[in-house]
């Protein structure tokens, strides 16, 4: 009877620990900025674009909530190395914010904040620095669940000011951090890829905020290593709200 008891108890146990746990993010007071990299290992004026990233100091950005995410893209890989990290997906983000502002060209890398270009690191800087605190204008509530096999969110909206859209749109983003490259060709030849908030996987939808639901997000992430996700909130164009979810 002790033996069968015993087995009862590990069993329940097991099951228990197998429960993914649910934990729960939600933004702030004040709006929290993204600030976007388009970037690729077969192009030689990266490297130094990546290295401010990975080494920002938090006094540069002192009481102002910030998001980093590195986009690789894949229109450099002709000239002799191929991106593991780039997708076509993230190409056309970067082209369809450049057309919103009436450009015509992409390049890397390119910064943006809150959707909105700069031209190189001290341009984000400068812009990132004369921001002043502004309120949110939408409140993100996540609910985060992780297993060994899948990550799913659930989220919740609230439009705080009249300015946001009815509909807005609403990305997932997986992030990988410490990752570590050997660039064999192109003109980052011999060079070891030091990368960081490395965007992995990206989901987007419309939301409607007459829609009171909770609005779902799953992942696989079996074999994958990734270091959080983040939501961010679109509307007219302009990323208006993010939160960052270390996993």
């Avoid at 976007?36 to 192009?43: A, D, H, K, N, Q």
């Avoid at 910064?111 to 502004?134: C, H, P, W, Y």
């Avoid at 992780?146 to 990550?151: E, G, L, P, Q, T």
């Amino acid at each position: 009877m002790k033996i069968i008891l015993l087995i009862l108890l590990s069993l329940s146990s097991i099951s228990f620990a197998a429960e993914p746990q649910i934990r729960h993010f939600e933004s702030g007071t004040y709006q929290t900025h993204l600030l976007e990299l388009y970037t690729s290992e077969g192009c030689s004026s990266c490297p130094p674009a990546e290295a401010w990233l990975r080494n920002k100091s938090a006094s540069e950005f002192k009481d102002l909530p910030l998001i980093p995410l590195a986009f690789h893209v894949t229109y450099w890989d002709y000239i002799g190395w191929k991106d593991v990290f780039a997708e076509k997906l993230y190409d056309r983000r970067q082209r369809k914010m450049v057309l919103q502002e009436g450009g015509r060209t992409v390049y890397t890398p390119q910064f943006f904040v809150n959707s909105e270009t700069t031209r190189g690191m001290n341009a984000a800087i400068n812009r990132l620095s004369r921001k002043e605190k502004a309120l949110s204008a939408v409140k993100i509530k996540a609910s985060l669940s992780a297993s060994s096999a899948a990550v799913k969110v659930r989220l919740s909206l609230n439009r705080l000011k009249s300015t946001v859209d009815d509909v807005v749109r609403v990305s997932v983003v997986a992030y990988e951090n410490g990752i570590t490259s050997s660039i064999k060709a192109g003109e980052n030849e011999g060079r070891v890829g030091l990368h960081q908030y490395v965007v992995r996987a990206l989901q987007t939808s419309l939301v409607s905020l007459k829609d009171v639901k909770n609005r779902e997000f799953e992942f696989n992430t079996e074999n994958k290593n990734w270091s959080g996700l983040v939501v961010f909130v679109e509307s007219g164009n302009k990323v208006i709200e993010a939160v960052d979810m270390p996993l």
